[in-house]
Structure formats: structure tokens, C-alpha cells
């Protein structure tokens, strides 16, 4: 039976000449890309894991370092600006991982720059802020993430709403546009507790003077002193600073209070829910104060976890996923914010808490799969990897 590509062909004008040619040149050309040289170009741009060198570090004197890392071969996976990466780290016997944005330029091929802010018993940050030096080796996945600009429908007007270190995707992406001159025009409101803390705030200063296509707000929220504006990113200080904000695709990157607040003011502005583009940035630390958290509850309690037959101590405030790394047990991972999936495992029995952020499939939640990464227990349970 001949397929539909064939049926239609034959019904138009020159249709049967077409296909005798076709059938001509399947028989004389022979040049035909093999399935392993496809592999190869596709492990080439999308590999499982790229070796990394730590180059240079660069000390913000802000609470955060810079970091660049090279690789060993030379070659470094091309990525859109706005794109993360997840680095491994083996921490005390601990084999964990953790997703930064990268704020380097896609066009800027001879490293991944990461920025790397400090947080108050962080576990990987405190590690690299304080243990990590220069010739130290990791590993990567290689670039992933959907929070970049989407030529095809987005807007070449963008409203950046970034909040403490969520700053840094939007340094790439401003790296690329002003850098490369591209036809875009750009405003960004950047929340910082105070200026003294503010991440690359000299730096997006000096962009905004020599670039008339791009506009830069710090609002700090810690600092009456302050002479520029203050208070949170609400739809009044969107309005008044960019009143234009319609004609705009916002782009929302930060800790996740500020995420929410701010999806929500521009969707009470009127602005539909395509035009807002959000990078979900994990979940937050605290998350027994989150909405929905079981009232009943504290945090500090330790659950049975049970896995093909063998039983593990698992803390209410611990995701599955880091107890999970903390007993060695090895589960695939990328984003660490419930958005790739990869971290899926089936709950067998018990109760779990989802996060805030978790892009659930339908069928993952017919047959019992939730993210480690944003599923907490609370009761005994059982799940298979």
C-alpha cells in the first residue's frame, strides 16, 4: 500500500515525473548519514556529563563569587542564554548536585561563568565559597533549562523582574543582546534587600548609560536611605516604571516569594498568562512556613523511608531526593525545581508533601510518580527508583 506521501504526490500536475525521479535518486545516491555519526553529534551538543576545571575565581566582595570553569578537551557545549547548569559535587562522602544559571554570554566560547551567592547553612554553596579552589575538577549536565528568548513568539520588548541571585540568567541574556547589538529593547527591575549587596549592580549600571535600548531599577527593600526605589515589585512601581509593560514579555527569575508576588502582579495587571516567562528557583528553605504545608507538622519529624525492602531515616523539612543522596542512593537529576522530571519516583505508600513549582504530568500523578526533588514526607512511606 503506498504511503501518504506517495498518494498525494501522484494527484498533482508532474506528479507521477516526480515520483519516477525520486525513485531515481534513491537508487543512485547513496550518501546516507550513518545512526553512529547522528549519535556522535548529538552526544557532541547534548552530552550525559562534561568534565569541567575550575579556572578562576572571582570574589564579588557582595556575599557571592564568581566562578569559570574550562574544559580539558577545550570544547564546551554551545547553550541559550538563560540556561542553567547542574554541577556534581562529593561533599564529605555526599554525592549531590546543584543547578546554576549561567551568566556568561553564549557567544563567549572559552568558559561557563556561574555566580554563586551565599546562603545560611547551605550545604554545596558553602562548600564552593569556602573549599573550592582553582584546578579543582567537576562534572556537568550539559546546558538545559526553557527560560530563554523564544524569538518565534516573544516580544522583542522584555521586562526583566530578577531578585537577589536570580539575577544572573538575565546577565547572559543582557551579555548577548547589548554585546551583539541585537534589535531588542530591555527594562529591568532588580530587588536587592540594600545597594551594598545588590549582585553586579556597578556593572548593570554601566550598561544602562551606554545602552540606550536598556533601562536599570534597583529596588531594595532594606534601606530607607536609599534614593532610588524602594519596596517590593509590585504592579504600582511596574506601572510607574514601565508603562509599557503590555507591549512586553516579563521574564521572572528569583527566590520563590518574590517569584510568586511578582507572577501574580502582572497577572492582576492584565498581562496574559504566554507573556510571562517564569525559571522556577528551587524550593524554598523554609518550607514548613509555605501555603499548604501540613498544619501538623513541625519539620524536625524522622519518617521510615523504605526502598526494596531496606528502611532509611527521612526528615519531614528534607526533600526525598537530598535524603535520598545523603544514604548514597544515586537518582537522576538536572533542575532541582520539579520542572525536568528526571527525578521521578514512585510512591508506593505513604503521604508526601508537594512543593510549590512541581510541573506534574498527568500521567505521572494517574500512577503514583512525584519529584524527589519537591516531594517531603510526611508519614512513613514506601517508593521504588
Not at 113 to 126: N, P, W, Y
Not at 326 to 336: A, T
Request: charged residues 25%.
Amino acid at each position: 500500500m503506498a504511503d501518504i506521501k506517495t498518494t498525494l504526490l501522484s494527484t498533482l500536475e508532474n506528479g507521477k515525473e516526480t515520483l519516477n525521479n525520486i525513485k531515481t535518486l534513491r537508487r543512485l545516491n547513496r550518501d546516507i548519514i550513518s545512526t553512529e555519526c547522528v549519535h556522535k553529534a548529538s552526544d557532541r551538543l547534548h552530552p550525559k556529563g562534561i568534565k569541567l576545571v575550575l579556572n578562576e575565581i572571582i570574589d564579588t566582595k557582595k556575599e557571592a563569587k564568581i566562578f569559570r570553569f574550562t574544559s580539558p578537551t577545550g570544547y564546551l557545549p554551545p547553550f541559550e542564554a538563560g540556561q542553567y547548569i547542574n554541577i556534581f559535587i562529593n561533599i564529605d562522602g555526599v554525592l549531590t548536585s546543584r543547578p546554576y544559571s549561567l551568566s556568561s554570554s553564549p557567544k563567549e566560547r572559552a568558559y561557563y561563568e556561574i555566580t554563586v551567592a551565599g546562603i545560611k547553612d547551605g550545604f554545596v554553596s558553602t562548600y564552593l565559597l569556602n573549599e573550592a579552589k582553582v584546578g579543582d575538577e567537576f562534572v556537568c549536565n550539559g546546558p538545559n533549562g526553557v527560560f530563554h528568548y523564544q524569538p518565534v513568539f516573544h516580544k522583542k520588548k522584555s521586562l526583566f523582574l530578577a531578585g537577589g541571585s536570580g539575577i544572573t540568567p538575565f546577565i547572559s541574556m543582557l551579555r548577548e543582546i547589548l554585546e551583539s547589538r541585537m534589535d531588542r529593547d530591555i527594562v529591568m527591575l532588580y530587588g536587592a534587600r540594600n545597594e551594598k549587596i545588590a549582585l553586579y549592580h556597578e556593572y548593570l549600571k554601566s550598561l544602562s548609560e551606554k545602552f540606550s535600548n536598556f533601562k536599570y531599577y534597583l529596588v531594595v527593600s532594606n534601606d530607607d536611605s536609599y534614593n532610588g526605589p524602594k519596596g517590593f515589585i509590585d504592579k504600582k512601581l511596574i506601572t510607574s516604571l514601565v508603562p509599557d509593560y503590555m507591549e512586553r514579555t516579563s521574564y521572572i527569575c528569583g527566590p520563590q516569594i518574590m517569584n510568586d508576588f511578582c507572577y501574580n502582579e502582572l497577572i492582576r495587571l492584565g498581562l496574559p498568562i504566554k507573556q510571562v516567562r517564569r525559571e522556577m528557583f528551587g524550593t524554598r528553605r523554609d518550607i514548613c512556613n509555605e501555603e499548604g504545608w501540613p498544619s501538623g507538622i513541625k519539620g524536625d519529624e524522622v519518617f521510615k523511608l523504605t526502598i526494596n525492602g531496606k528502611s532509611y531515616a527521612a526528615k519531614a523539612s528534607e526533600s526525598l531526593l537530598t535524603t535520598l543522596e545523603r544514604h548514597g542512593i544515586r537518582v537522576n537529576v538536572c533542575c532541582r525545581s520539579g520542572e525536568c522530571s528526571l527525578c521521578r519516583v514512585k510512591l508506593v505508600s505513604g503521604n508526601v508533601y508537594l512543593a510549590k513549582g512541581a510541573l506534574m504530568r498527568a500521567c505521572d500523578s494517574k500512577y503514583g510518580y512525584i519529584h524527589s526533588c519537591k516531594a517531603y514526607p510526611i508519614s512513613d512511606l514506601e517508593i521504588k527508583l
